[in-house]
């Protein structure tokens, strides 16, 4: 194996520990969403999240810069003057995109706010948003330079600091909104969607407050253990440790390069060139929300349907079918943010196999987390609505058909999330903003032509989604074959926990019939997802889905090789 190998391969564990602390912060803080939307939905109805819902796709685009564009920029960045050992280099392009976020947020929180009502004027009914978003506007003065923050530390690969962030961030959010709209509920559904949606502006302020702390903690601890490095090798060695020491003087020679050959413009220029194409390229998801937002209303009153049916059908879309379906998104997004430096790596030391072995664990790590996911919400769609929002039994069960389509597309999303990650990382990101585009047109398409049937309605819109999301990621996964030039192993990848997934999926339904004759609806819900779970992880060890080789690649793998040794052996006998 040559050098270059092995310095890459130390970052194999990297990526996936990366990923397995960003994908528990993603679980955690999707836990408190769904926490935060359950309540908020029984207290304010499908009217009341649909004005909130209203608001938040448009949030969510300006978002994706922060926490998809502009981190995965920066990582990149960073990880490259890692690579080259130039620490001045790394926390230059951290200030300076501090700089360009805090404009660029300020910009965006002042055209949020005092154009709240001119741009949710143009929504068909739903008006009344405008005031989730003026609440709302303040928290991008904060979120883009959390991003900023975020990408530094995903660029050397220590993702506690944003994992703790999200987790802080989301919690004050949760507890702040949900209070504000209990309070301002006797003013009426749109005013409590607006106290709902106040909680991102005080959650994204104290999110940034700890990313600064454990910033300023890390560099000072960083510079403590550089200095008694040479400390304690100067005793060892019996020497001296003057003031231009050999170390010092490469740093400084490093850091004279750095000052004079990339001006603050280069870097800025930098940054948004590799910026923009991640945030088209990321930003699938909330531009597919915003076409909802913009054509749905319209289709569903050309339809026949009245104001307040309009904004119920919507509210039932968006705010009791959307969220339960894109909870595998937050973990794959995290994975594919921890693949892009470790795919940097390989592609700049042309180690074909390494990337191989890289773009392959993306893929099957997000399949086998998606499909199952994908399964088991169509199995089960109306009972776990029905468990989620006991006080609105009628709206859960409307949004049941809605649900169940956007699942097929939730394994074509994940897929979607990796293969972006990839061409990013092996500097094909315009290839993601083509196939972002053909997406969107597929989506305007099947909304536009199927949500005007009465008995479809917002079923055509999730159709809509999904077909999107299938054509976008059909042609991703073209180009990540062609471009990097690996095989993907799509038998080992795709076939085989998808074949653990629909054996999990006609048990899981099954038990909920059986279940449903002696105990209630919930309990036999909760009792079945269990039994589902059981039956995902012994289908994988039958079918040979996961083998011990990719449980080594894990943190804490001789636990888990334990754990998988000790079940093969339960399974086939200790043969």
Same mark, same amino acid.
Request: net charge positive; charged share 10%.
């Given at each position: 194996m040559t050098e270059s190998s092995q310095t890459l391969n130390k970052h194999k564990k990297s990526f996936v520990t990366g990923a397995a602390i960003l994908a528990a912060a993603g679980i955690i803080t999707k836990m408190m969403s769904g926490f935060f939307r359950i309540p908020l939905g029984n207290m304010i109805g499908a009217e009341g999240m649909a004005y909130y819902q209203t608001v938040y796709p448009i949030y969510s685009l300006l978002l994706v810069v922060a926490t998809s564009g502009l981190p995965v920029a920066i990582s990149k960045l960073i990880s490259e003057k890692e690579a080259d050992d130039d620490s001045y280099g790394m926390h230059r392009i951290l200030h300076i995109s501090i700089a360009m976020m805090l404009t660029f947020g300020l910009i965006c929180a002042v055209v949020l706010f005092f154009g709240a009502e001119f741009l949710t004027n143009n929504i068909k009914d739903l008006n009344g948003s405008k005031w989730a978003m003026m609440a709302i506007a303040p928290a991008l003065l904060f979120v883009p330079m959390n991003g900023a923050l975020r990408g530094y530390f995903n660029g050397t690969q220590s993702m506690v600091p944003t994992a703790l962030s999200q987790v802080v961030e989301q919690f004050f959010r949760v507890c702040s909104g949900l209070i504000m709209a209990y309070l301002l509920l006797h003013n009426g559904s749109a005013i409590a969607a607006a106290g709902a949606a106040g909680g991102a502006s005080v959650g994204a302020l104290l999110g940034l407050i700890l990313l600064i702390v454990c910033y300023v903690f890390f560099t000072s601890s960083s510079t403590s253990l550089s200095s008694r490095k040479i400390q304690n090798e100067a005793l060892y060695t019996g020497a001296t440790v003057p003031m231009a020491s050999t170390e010092s003087a490469a740093s400084t020679e490093s850091t004279e390069s750095t000052r004079t050959t990339e001006t603050r413009r280069m870097i800025i220029k930098r940054i948004i060139s590799l910026a923009i194409p991640v945030t088209l390229g990321a930003a699938i998801m909330p531009i597919i929300t915003i076409v909802d937002v913009i054509l749905v209303p319209v289709r569903l009153s050309d339809a026949g349907f009245i104001a307040d049916s309009v904004r119920v059908l919507y509210g039932q879309l968006t705010g009791f079918a959307s969220p339960i379906v894109n909870l595998p998104n937050v973990i794959v997004?995290?994975?594919?943010?921890?693949?892009?430096?470790?795919?940097?790596?390989?592609?700049?030391?042309?180690?074909? &196999?390494?990337?191989?072995?890289?773009?392959?664990? /993306? =893929?099957?790590? !997000? #399949?086998?987390?998606?499909?199952?996911?994908? @399964? +088991?919400?169509?199995?089960?769609?109306?009972?776990?609505?029905?468990?989620?929002?006991?006080?609105?039994?009628?709206?859960?069960?409307?949004?049941?058909?809605?649900?169940?389509?956007?699942?097929?597309?939730?394994?074509?999303?994940?897929? &979607?999330?990796?293969?972006?990650?990839?061409?990013? /990382? =092996?500097?094909? !990101? #315009?290839?993601?903003?083509?196939?972002?585009? @053909? +997406?969107?047109?597929?989506?305007?398409?099947?909304?536009?032509?199927?949500?005007?049937?009465?008995?479809?309605?917002?079923?055509?819109?999730?159709?809509?989604?999904?077909?999107?999301?299938?054509?976008?990621?059909?042609?991703?996964?073209?180009?990540?074959?062609?471009?990097?030039?690996?095989?993907?192993?799509?038998?080992?990848?795709?076939?085989?926990?998808?074949?653990?997934?629909?054996?999990?999926?006609?048990?899981?339904?099954?038990?909920?019939?059986?279940?449903?004759?002696?105990?209630?609806?919930?309990?036999?819900?909760?009792?079945?997802?269990?039994?589902?779970?059981?039956?995902?992880?012994?289908?994988?060890?039958?079918?040979?889905?996961?083998?011990?080789?990719?449980?080594?690649?894990?943190?804490?793998?001789?636990?888990?090789?334990?754990?998988?040794?000790?079940?093969?052996?339960?399974?086939?006998?200790?043969?």
């Amino acid at each position: 194996m040559t050098e270059s190998s092995q310095t890459l391969n130390k970052h194999k564990k990297s990526f996936v520990t990366g990923a397995a602390i960003l994908a528990a912060a993603g679980i955690i803080t999707k836990m408190m969403s769904g926490f935060f939307r359950i309540p908020l939905g029984n207290m304010i109805g499908a009217e009341g999240m649909a004005y909130y819902q209203t608001v938040y796709p448009i949030y969510s685009l300006l978002l994706v810069v922060a926490t998809s564009g502009l981190p995965v920029a920066i990582s990149k960045l960073i990880s490259e003057k890692e690579a080259d050992d130039d620490s001045y280099g790394m926390h230059r392009i951290l200030h300076i995109s501090i700089a360009m976020m805090l404009t660029f947020g300020l910009i965006c929180a002042v055209v949020l706010f005092f154009g709240a009502e001119f741009l949710t004027n143009n929504i068909k009914d739903l008006n009344g948003s405008k005031w989730a978003m003026m609440a709302i506007a303040p928290a991008l003065l904060f979120v883009p330079m959390n991003g900023a923050l975020r990408g530094y530390f995903n660029g050397t690969q220590s993702m506690v600091p944003t994992a703790l962030s999200q987790v802080v961030e989301q919690f004050f959010r949760v507890c702040s909104g949900l209070i504000m709209a209990y309070l301002l509920l006797h003013n009426g559904s749109a005013i409590a969607a607006a106290g709902a949606a106040g909680g991102a502006s005080v959650g994204a302020l104290l999110g940034l407050i700890l990313l600064i702390v454990c910033y300023v903690f890390f560099t000072s601890s960083s510079t403590s253990l550089s200095s008694r490095k040479i400390q304690n090798e100067a005793l060892y060695t019996g020497a001296t440790v003057p003031m231009a020491s050999t170390e010092s003087a490469a740093s400084t020679e490093s850091t004279e390069s750095t000052r004079t050959t990339e001006t603050r413009r280069m870097i800025i220029k930098r940054i948004i060139s590799l910026a923009i194409p991640v945030t088209l390229g990321a930003a699938i998801m909330p531009i597919i929300t915003i076409v909802d937002v913009i054509l749905v209303p319209v289709r569903l009153s050309d339809a026949g349907f009245i104001a307040d049916s309009v904004r119920v059908l919507y509210g039932q879309l968006t705010g009791f079918a959307s969220p339960i379906v894109n909870l595998p998104n937050v973990i794959v997004t995290s994975i594919a943010i921890s693949i892009v430096p470790t795919i940097v790596r390989a592609h700049r030391a042309s180690d074909k &196999n390494f990337l191989q072995d890289q773009i392959n664990l /993306g =893929i099957r790590i !997000a #399949m086998l987390i998606s499909l199952p996911c994908t @399964v +088991g919400i169509i199995a089960l769609a109306r009972p776990i609505l029905l468990l989620l929002y006991p006080g609105q039994p009628i709206d859960a069960v409307s949004s049941a058909p809605a649900m169940m389509v956007l699942a097929l597309g939730i394994a074509f999303l994940s897929l &979607n999330q990796i293969t972006t990650g990839v061409l990013q /990382g =092996i500097s094909k !990101a #315009m290839i993601p903003i083509a196939t972002m585009l @053909v +997406g969107i047109l597929v989506k305007i398409l099947f909304t536009y032509v199927f949500t005007v049937i009465p008995s479809v309605n917002i079923i055509g819109a999730a159709l809509g989604t999904t077909a999107a999301y299938v054509a976008a990621t059909s042609i991703n996964l073209y180009f990540v074959k062609r471009c990097s030039r690996v095989d993907i192993f799509m038998k080992k990848n795709i076939l085989l926990p998808l074949l653990s997934s629909l054996i999990m999926g006609v048990i899981t339904y099954g038990g909920y019939s059986l279940f449903l004759r002696f105990m209630s609806s919930n309990v036999a819900t909760f009792v079945s997802i269990l039994l589902g779970g059981v039956t995902y992880i012994v289908a994988l060890f039958c079918t040979n889905s996961i083998t011990r080789d990719d449980l080594m690649t894990f943190p804490k793998s001789e636990k888990l090789v334990l754990i998988y040794d000790t079940i093969s052996k339960l399974l086939y006998n200790g043969k």
